[in-house]
């Protein structure tokens, strides 16, 4: 069974830092496209951001120049570097994993992905 799970979230305030950080049980982990969505109170869950099988990121405007995602193939793992973050980040994270091929397209849909994270809040105090 595929797992996925996140680590990394708390309380922080406006302005400050966060690393989030996506371990997989998936031995194709390499092959996966690795996204971040969240869901704040009463809002459905959003697209923030992916780093496919090659490397290449795409964010959310919502958070581009904050948000830095990264992998690490060898730890199987996925991160995503939170910085300057706005209570308006205030959610909670989930990371999901899809199989693609290196000519897939970008992924931001919640349907266009498998498999989910149990997710991890992040509150940011104003």
């Known amino acids: 069974q595929v797992q996925l799970m996140e680590s990394g979230g708390g309380v922080v305030q406006a302005g400050d830092s966060l690393r989030l950080s996506c371990a997989s049980s998936k031995r194709t982990f390499n092959r996966d496209a690795m996204a971040w969505f969240r869901q704040a109170p009463g809002k459905e869950r959003e697209f923030v951001a992916v780093i496919r099988r090659a490397g290449s990121t795409y964010y959310a405007d919502s958070v581009k120049g904050r948000f830095t995602v990264s992998r690490d193939n060898e730890k199987r793992t996925a991160y995503v570097q939170m910085d300057n973050l706005k209570p308006e980040d205030t959610a909670v994270y989930y990371c999901?994993?899809?199989?693609?091929?290196?000519?897939?397209?970008?992924?931001?849909?919640?349907?266009?992905?498998?498999?989910w994270g149990q997710g991890t809040q992040v509150t940011v105090a104003s």
């Open positions: 999901a994993a899809k199989d693609t091929i290196l000519t897939a397209p970008i992924y931001t849909g919640v349907d266009d992905y498998p498999y």
